[in-house]
């Protein structure tokens, strides 16, 4: 199991930028692909971007492509999205996932979730 904990959330003005870490413990966390989520209030959880083990590979949900930038720093067992330009519709709280392949957007397929931390874009 890992263990994750997210930081970095708050609220900004729409056109401002954030930049979200999620620190891993508990087992090798290059052997992990990790990816974030959202969930806005009565919505599902949201897939938002993904990074392979090595960093090598990224993927990204249509409505955040060109916006945000996942990446991860292997020595420092942590990971990070950079949230630029945002919107009031980026509203939610924002979860870091961890599963041991990369490339799956479904959030059944992810055993280990942070906390996560509430990132409010106001208009």
Known sequence: QVQLVESGGGL????????????????????????????????????????????SATAYADSVKGRFIISRDNNKSTAYLQANSLKPEDTAVYYCAAAPVWGWRSPSRYPDWGQGTQVTVSS
């Open 12 to 55: 900004v003005q729409a056109g401002g930028s954030l930049r979200l870490s999620c620190a891993a413990s508990g087992r090798t966390f290059s052997n992990y692909a990790m990816a974030w989520f959202r969930q806005a209030p009565g919505k599902e959880r949201d897939f938002v971007a993904s990074v392979s083990g090595s960093g």
